[in-house]
């Protein structure tokens, strides 16, 4: 038998809150430790406890991080979902589960490896506690897998340490845990098996962090004093993790005090009112929500739009519509957050692929904010915000001075001889802004959802109005200039594939993948909305471009072909919209598919 | 509709107040609201606590929703920002303004439509947050700028302008702040001004969240015979419990102007507030019996008016959070971020 290293899908089936998530993750961390590519993906019910749960860890020399069809090595621990996944296992696949009750003939695949491990029986005579028997499972498997995958051993245990420092108690039965489960593999089973982990040094400088942790540190990092927030998943850790690392770096050193204000909201109008209410006064200040979120926040939105009050808004994006799959990936907030509220509304989008662009964008958000006077939302998504991700690491330059915008102190208002909030002096649509209380006399303003002339003084005047709304504009063109540029790989094809955020992950896989049938594809990834010239130049350069996008109703086409006046039928959409992450696969079988029903060239066929 | 403003020359012997400010100093420009609105009442009590106060007129911060009442913060303080932000959402653009510098005075203006019907979830909540704020409701039992609907805290069997009689119970926004938590509220008439001016100006003084609900009649909608928030109603119905006065730290405390028994109750700042009780059986201090005393004299048709509870020990959303004494917003790059040696450290902890 072949043996082939660092390349295999290892999917864990657990019920919910049976304490797999902790063993599970150690694997993934103990491959990544070795140097070894991995990419981690829960997949989860909106339950606390009882119904099934996956963890799947994807393991790649090559470093492919997206997800790929199919499962090599299936630890099946919830009886409950046994026939699926069974059945998901790939022909010559491994079926890790418990015999201490012997496998239903019914599930029985004559194409696959039964590795039996009798982990109920093995630890019967070691934890009198059922609850413990239950949690020290997880660890028993996870001392098998690293026989059976030739993990080292001390790379696990020195991560059993590492996790449990100050519940010193727990380290020895987690590690006589391991123990079990390795000995049996290595008395009873034949170890190890084909698929193989070996040490390697792919992950170079890289670091393995979820992207809700990345944004809450890039909103830290960023200077944001106020996060209001009100709990949905997937979004809830962003403001979580902002409080923990405030909690350590935003403590006045001498009197203790916090330079931070954390209010955990009624609800999402309150937590983005709360926002606005805290920029228009001069303070950075961000959200973080997700889909049903941006729909209760699309009054204030428009507000902090005509208004125009900086506002930063993470959207972590989850499976809609109404509460869909709460729990599930997508990219489907696209269109509602760009146009979001009533009237003529839009707002600027971020969209991270990485950690590391959650920490950036979340930090430039705020910058750009306060610069264009207006609402930032960064459109991450749960399989970037929730799941560890490789990422290069964070790095903050520390000659990096926050850009507050346009905004007037008492000495410039003293030499002013009239301030008007909404004057274009610049050319760029931004007006100068003031704080209040700044000044005695000078730069007071009111500030209004109704119209207004330069002066901020209420009017219904059609002229006035339409100057005003012609100036925002203005500044949306500004905007297109500011936001984070395409990243764009050209090789001269006729065709070229644009995709954004997650969708980028099994992008590298699938271009490989469609290389190998002769179509090769120019590359754009677009990073934030309004789109600047590059996007429209990369489209109107190729002759068809491919939209990769996670959702139905193809949104982002919809925004490029909106915004840009392209003609819909130079974009062909590549869909995914099944809450998973979108695999390798799918994107070379649609893209393959389309090449073939139009009878495109390939270069293979060329070349004979 | 355009913004009028108001000469700026005043007459030469108007009093100065201890900035050496006058009264037109603390106004804005023309209200736009009807003539004889209660509302302008509320707006010309603020600037007079305020003046009285002798505040600076540009260190505050004025919210409020949307409808006739949330007009108002245009009309008073033209030196401060003001912010007329979205239906029954002041609260929460309050809450923000007081995180980022809680060196502003904060006012808040809402109206019945807005903080009991609209925002009544916003109003419980910035209730238990304690934002150090005055929160004042004109509250007219009608919505004005859509003619005439009747509003949540209209009175039951109370009459519309046409005769129709409201069907259903009126929240009220004085029981449900001494229920969840205010620590001072307190009820007035807009036509009252000897009352409100030093309910404003100790509610002002007041650290914490200090709420006031003003009846205020709309001369438009509900002033009509069978009205029960109309100025002869209010008038005729309204029973005060506590007469107050309020005194700066060192301004003498020379007589009391009700009959009765008077407690002095000392300010955070020294100042002190002079309540004389017109009935014994009302203690201002406890919570629970000053809710009780509200509701049984509503359950008689009468309306409470006065200082109806106040904690001058209490403290504020800052206190609580435990937040820096600086504004929020005044601090830089060098006092917020942590620096690119403390994030390789956290780096490290995700290898």
New interface residues.
Partial sequence: MTVSYNDFVIRFANVNGSGSASANGMFAKAL??MGVPVATRNIFPSNIQGLPTWFEVRVSEKGYLGRREGVDIMVAMNAETYAEDVASLKPGGFLVYDNSKPLAESLRRSDIHEIGIPLSSLLLPEFSDIKQRGLFKNVTYLGALAALLNIEFEVITGMVATQYKGKDALIQPNINALEIGRRYAEEYLQCPLPLQVKRTDQIGDR???DGNTAGA?GA????A??C?WYPITPSTSVAEAFEK?ANQ??I?KD?????????Q???E???????????????R?FTATSGPGISLMS??LG?AYF?EIPAVIFDVQRSGPSTGMPTRTQQSDLLSAAYASHGDTKHVLLLPATPRECFDFGADALDLADRLQTPVLVMSDLELGMNDNLSA??????D???DRGKVLDAKTLDELPRFGRYLDVDGDGIGYR????????KG???????SRDEYA????SPEVYERNMERLTRKWETAAQLVPSAEIETSGQRAGILFYGTTALPMPEALDMLGEEGIHLDTIRVRAFPFGKEVYEFIASHDLIFVVEQNRDAQMKMLLTTEGGLDPARLISILYFGGLSISADTIQAQVSEYYTENKLPRLTEVKS | ???VAKPKVHHPKLPLNEIGLTRRDYEGPVSTLCAGCGHDSVSAAIIAACAELSL??????K?SGIGCSSKT??YFL?????????HG?M???????????R??YCIGVSGDGDSASIGL??F??IVR?RINMLYIVDNNGTYGLTKGQFSATNDKGSTSKKGAPNLYEPIDLVSMALQIGASFVGRSFSGDKKQLVPLIKAALMHKGFAFLDVISPCVAFNNHNGSTKSYDYVRDHSGSVVVTDYHLPHEEITADYAPGTTEDVQMPDGSTLRLSKLDDSFDPHDRVSALTYVQRRQAEGEVVTGLLYVDPEASDC?EV?????R???E???A??????D???G??ES??
């Fill in positions: 990544f430790r670091i393995m962090i540190l830290l990092y960023g200077g004093t106020v209001a690392y770096l935003r006045d009197s203790g005090e916090r330079k931070f204000a954390i209010v909201a009624e609800d109008l309150a937590a983005i009112g709360i926002v606005i209410g805290a920029a228009w006064n001069g303070a200040s009054e204030f507000l208004a690491p964070l790095t903050w330059d520390d990096r001075q926050y003031t704080y209040p209380g700044t000044h005695p006399e007071a303003f009111f500030t209004r959802g109704t003084a209420y009017t219904e | 509709m355009t913004f600076p007129p540009h260190r505050f911060a919210v913060p245009s033209s030196k401060s920002h003001g912010f007329n932000s979205v959402r609260p929460s653009v309050a809450t923000g303004a007081n995180l980022a510098n060196d502003l979830g916003q419980a909540h947050r800052h959070m435990g937040t820096v004494k504004p929020l917003n601090f830089e790059a006092e917020l971020c942590p620096g690119n403390v994030l390789a956290i780096n995700f290898r």
